[in-house]
């Protein structure tokens, strides 16, 4: 699925959390979108799957306006992954699988929950409360929830953040695999500069709501004198002026 924003925006009363932003992102291509905390980032991915209300600006996704009458059908195709949003607690892993598989709409659920438990290494802990269960094994649960109705444009909101370096190794060797596959258009945050020059074929840089600055990898850290993305990450973020 194709992703295009126009001139989006959001106010919260006097605070303008995202300020006139416009992307695009080509169908199976993936964008990182990068930027310090409180730039923007998780209001812009709240507005693309329809939790939050933008101020101003269109949202298409394959050319389809993302409105009250076609969120269903688009969200339908589409999900999310995060470490800051928590399954149900109480629900055993296998349990969540299932509910979000109904939520979704998939067909043949138990077949589909048994590849998810397969592909995600899961077997010894399905009948486990997701409560109580490692930071590693929420995130490939989460993850495995995201993909379960093999959707077409996915959400990304720092899914390795706080992981150990094995884990989060084989979160990106997944979804390198998964991408290599299937059909898979995804929106990256992170704060993992190597995940992103691993993972991303362009980047936004947010800073204080705005889009200031995009392009490859390889062309921003050229574009500022840099030797890697961290570097380049670190330049913009402090500096006074969006661009130097």
Avoid: W
């Avoid at 109705?149 to 094995?166: G, I, M, Q, R």
Wanted: glycine content about 6%; aromatic content about 6%.
């Amino acid at each position: 699925m194709k992703l295009k924003v126009e001139n989006l925006k959001k106010s919260f009363k006097s605070t303008i959390a995202v300020n006139d932003i416009s992307f695009l992102i080509e169908k199976n291509k993936t964008l990182g979108l990068l930027g310090p905390n409180g730039c923007g980032k998780t209001t812009t991915i709240g507005m693309m799957l329809g939790l939050i209300t933008p101020t101003s600006g269109k949202i298409f996704i394959d050319d389809i306006y993302l409105n009250s009458s076609s969120r269903i059908e688009l969200l339908s195709m589409m999900n999310f992954a995060s470490p800051y949003i928590e399954l149900p607690k109480k629900l055993t892993v296998i349990e969540n699988l299932r509910v979000y598989a109904k939520l979704y709409g998939v067909k043949d659920i138990e077949n589909r929950i048994e590849e998810m438990i397969h592909e995600f290494n899961l077997n010894l802990f399905t009948n486990k409360r997701t409560g109580e269960l490692s930071s590693g094994q929420k995130n490939r649960v989460s993850l495995a929830k995201s993909l379960i109705n093999k959707p077409k444009l996915l959400f990304l909101d720092e899914p390795t953040a706080s992981l150990d370096p094995d884990v989060g190794d084989f979160v990106r060797k997944y979804l390198e695999n998964y991408k290599l596959h299937n059909d898979l258009t995804i929106l990256l945050a992170s704060h993992n500069m190597k995940e992103v020059e691993r993972l991303c074929d362009n980047v936004i840089m947010m800073k204080k709501g705005k889009i200031v600055d995009q392009g490859t990898c390889k062309n921003l850290i050229q574009r500022h004198g840099r030797d890697n993305l961290e570097e380049t990450f670190l330049k913009i973020a402090r500096s006074e002026n969006e661009l130097e």
